[in-house]
Every structure is written in C-alpha cells, then in structure tokens.
C-alpha cells in the first residue's frame, strides 16, 4: 500500500516531522490540529473559539485528500481541562455530520503551543 502525505496551506504546517494528515489506500490518518490560526499563526482565546478553529483546520485538512467530515469514521479529541467538555461537545457537534465518527475524549497534561483542545481524524475516500 502506498503512502503519501497530504498538505494544505489551509491549516497551520506540521510543527515537527509529521506529516497534516497521510493516505494510505482509500485512509486518511489526520495529525492533531490545534486552534492555530494558518494565516495569523495566533490561538484564540477560549475553549469555544479554538473548538471551532481546530474543526476549521481539520476541515481544511481533509478537504486537501478529498474528504469531509461526512467521511470521518473515528476522531481522537484531547482536553487540556474536561470541565471544558461541554462548551467543546457543542461546537464539536456542529461540525459533526449523522451518524456521528466513533469519538474517544481524554484530557491531557498539556497541548503543544498552551492550546485547550486538539483533535486528530481517520477518514474513509470512497465510502459507500
């Protein structure tokens, strides 16, 4: 199976080496975005605003490997608080198309950047 990287201006740059989001056959492995902004480079404040910024930057990143969140079948979100997780389960339903992905919610030590919320994506191309 090949691999190739998938990479969009759209959202902020990987920060180390890694790759926004790899193929693999008719898989997209989205890296976790944070709510950085790809223009400004800045982070909103609040958990609502980043929410919102890091399902814009997934979006982006999908939309690069021809996807959409229709086709997101798993996500992996981290919390730098869970008492932030119902402002973040509001925004992120939002975005979220019916039936929504399988979802796993951790709260974490730290993220990178002092972010309050990243979340990572698996996607299936082609579903039918």
Do not use: H, W
């Amino acid at each position: 199976m090949t691999r190739r990287a998938v990479s969009t201006s759209a959202a902020p740059g990987a920060a180390g080496p890694y790759s926004q989001a790899i193929e693999a056959g008719d898989f997209v492995f989205c890296a976790g975005q944070i709510g950085r902004d790809a223009a400004s480079g800045a982070m909103p404040d609040g958990v609502d605003a980043q929410t919102e910024q890091v399902l814009r930057n997934l979006a982006a990143v999908l939309d690069a490997a021809g996807c959409t969140f229709a086709d997101v079948v798993k996500t992996t979100c981290f919390l730098a608080d869970i008492n932030d997780f119902a402002t973040f389960n509001e925004v992120y339903g939002r975005f979220m198309t019916d039936p929504p992905p399988a979802r796993s919610t951790f709260q974490v030590a730290a993220l990178p950047m002092g972010a309050r919320v990243e979340i990572e994506a698996i996607a299936i191309r082609n579903r039918t």
